[in-house]
């Protein structure tokens, strides 16, 4: 039997982006010939990673961006090479491929990165916007605040989807939705819950050990989400929020995780960000539309968002 639902690829959401990001690069030309760096720290030897920042490069080259891979064998040395990075001024955008260190070294490197090169947007003061709904960096609304690019990529793909609804006002273009979220890192998952609360989607956030809600509350009464605490995890309660979710989205970081297949709704739209699979083959007979992967469209943030970093530079000079 035909399915009645289809697969859509990254790469295909990404092209969307391509003209956008030629002009800002046609931009920049004008006044930098040879056209914006980012540099990107490769200091482990993920083969996901290295795939990554083989994507990454050729995205940026046939677009007229500089990308430079630096590998930092000694971890040690990574943080002063960010420095240096930091205070390049050839340099537009740094990223690092995490994990290096895989504890809390990590995350005190992501700050290392200069927030106005921070193209993953994993600065802390990013981050306290997202969570608090503040979209702008300073009072008089000039310069916009950057968002997580995986976070970001996920809901520019909830766009391309159509499932935010533009009839609705913007911020709460997901209101009637249900959205389940298996990955709850501080990194992509609750960021993302909480973009999509705070857009008017009922979000259920799940991790190893519990299911938890985030809403906006009531009505447009508050300016930022609400969580509530549901249970521990259970396969019963995954079972239940599972079958009333209009999307679900799963980044679990295992080969051997899979999302049951028969807990999904007929129709549902079911979206990977996992580099590994995290669906079975059989959810493309449930799914109304199923994405893979989602790497393909982070790139195009990452580049958008140091677009969005170099026009702030220039706006504050
Ligand atoms: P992480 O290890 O920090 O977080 C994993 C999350 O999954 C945790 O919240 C954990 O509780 C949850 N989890 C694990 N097993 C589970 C289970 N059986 N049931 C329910 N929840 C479970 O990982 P991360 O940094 O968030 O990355 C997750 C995945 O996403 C990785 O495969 C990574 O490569 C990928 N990733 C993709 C992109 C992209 O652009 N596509 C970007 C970043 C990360």
Not at 237 to 260: H, M, Q, R, W
Not at 294 to 309: D, E, P
Request: aromatic letters at 8%; a neutral charge; one cysteine or more.
């Amino acid at each position: 039997a035909v399915n009645p639902g289809r697969t859509i690829l990254a790469s295909n959401i990404a092209k969307t982006f391509i003209d956008e990001i030629q002009n800002k690069v046609l931009n920049v030309k004008k006044i930098k010939p040879e056209g914006p760096l980012l540099v990107g720290f490769l200091s482990n030897d993920d083969p996901a990673a290295e795939m990554y920042a083989n994507w990454t490069k050729k995205t940026c080259e046939s677009m007229g961006i500089r990308y430079e891979l630096r590998r930092i064998d000694d971890s040690d040395f990574l943080e002063e090479a960010i420095i240096e990075a930091n205070r390049d001024d050839d340099v537009n955008g740094i990223m690092v491929y995490f994990p290096v260190f895989g504890n809390a070294q990590d995350q005190y490197l992501q700050q290392v990165v200069a927030k106005e090169k921070d193209v993953e947007g994993l600065n802390h003061l990013y981050y306290q916007n997202l969570y608090h709904n503040v979209r702008y960096l300073d009072a008089n609304k000039k310069l916009k605040s950057i968002l997580p690019c995986t976070p970001l990529a996920i809901i520019k793909i909830l766009e391309y989807l159509k499932i935010y609804n533009s009839l609705l006002v913007e911020g709460n273009r997901l209101y009637g939705k249900k959205i389940v979220v298996v990955n709850r890192s501080e990194i992509v998952g609750r960021p993302l819950a909480a973009l999509l609360a705070n857009d008017g989607a009922i979000v259920y956030s799940v991790d190893v050990n519990n299911i938890q809600k985030f809403t906006r509350g009531e009505g447009l009464k508050f300016t930022k989400h609400q969580v509530e605490d549901l249970g521990n995890f259970s396969n019963s309660l995954l079972k239940d929020i599972s079958g009333e979710a209009d999307v679900i989205i799963t980044g679990v970081p295992s080969e051997t995780y899979k999302f049951p297949t028969e807990y999904i709704k007929d129709g549902a739209v079911c979206i990977n960000f996992s580099s590994s699979k995290n669906f079975e083959d059989s959810v493309k007979e449930i799914a109304s539309l199923y994405v893979p992967s989602t790497g393909k469209v982070t790139i195009s943030m990452l580049l958008r968002n140091m677009f969005r970093l170099m026009e702030n530079v220039e706006i504050t000079k």
